[in-house]
């Protein structure tokens, strides 16, 4: 049985470029979050997806934006890069919207 | 909004010892309170985690303590080993309507387990 999976694993992008994020859910869940995790800080909450809708949103920029498909995978979409946007950005699944979170390995993005 | 210190920010310990993080939040309602372990380059793994109707929750030589009253809870790691050596998170989730479904973490902790 597969874990959280993200693609892809390294991604350098340059400021001002769009980006887009991907993780698919362990077997089983259907909730999904999304986290920026900044160098040797703790994850901060992006956005949770659960039945194809946003349930909850931290505080990040419009520039952010997600997405959830009828499979339970989803996409995390960044605009308009920053060098602040620079991180390892983790997706976590649960198998509902209050139990559990499993983390994958996650996306380090680096923008130049 | 809720906030969570963890204390201390590094820990070194000589292997066979305790090692104990604390972590206080601020929110009362706040009902779920997992621990996570982060290896350099590698996901937070969840490795423990308790409810607020619990007081205690013990895996091997994990446990977690949650003080409710006092709104602190520990993670303590007995006959510690050097692959114990890693960033700790301790989080919280629950509450309120603003903090109902994200986990919020500490800043962490780096445990150093010298053999």
């Known amino acids: 049985d597969a874990g959280v999976t993200q693609s892809p694993t390294h991604l350098i992008k340059t400021r001002g470029q769009q980006v887009t994020l991907r993780c698919s859910p362990k077997?089983?869940?259907?909730?999904v979050s999304w986290y920026q995790q900044a160098l040797g800080q703790g994850p901060q909450f992006i956005f949770q997806?659960?039945?194809?809708?946003?349930?909850q949103r931290g505080n990040f920029p419009d520039r952010f934006s997600g997405h959830q498909f009828p499979n339970y995978s989803s996409e995390l979409n960044v605009n308009a890069l920053l060098l602040g946007d620079s991180a390892l950005y983790l997706c976590a699944s649960s198998p509902s919207l209050k139990t559990e979170a499993f983390f994958g390995q996650g996306t380090r993005l680096t923008v130049v | 909004g809720e906030n969570v210190e963890q204390h201390p920010s590094t820990l070194s310990v000589q292997e066979g010892d305790s090692a104990v993080i604390k972590c206080t939040y601020s929110?009362?309602?706040?009902?779920?309170f997992p621990w996570y372990k982060q290896e350099l380059g590698k996901r937070p793994q969840l490795i423990i985690d308790?409810?607020?109707?619990?007081g205690e929750k013990k895996d091997q030589r994990i446990a977690v303590t949650l003080n409710k009253t006092a709104k602190h809870f520990s993670l303590h790691i007995t006959e510690t080993q050097p692959e114990d050596s890693a960033v700790y998170f301790c989080a919280v989730r629950g509450g309120w309507m603003d903090s109902s479904y994200k986990l919020i973490f500490g800043s962490g902790t780096r445990l150093l387990v010298r053999p």
């Open positions: 308790i409810r607020s109707n619990v």
């Open positions: 997806y659960y039945e194809e809708e946003e349930r």
């Open positions: 929110d009362s309602a706040s009902n779920y």
């Open positions: 077997s089983g869940h259907d909730t």
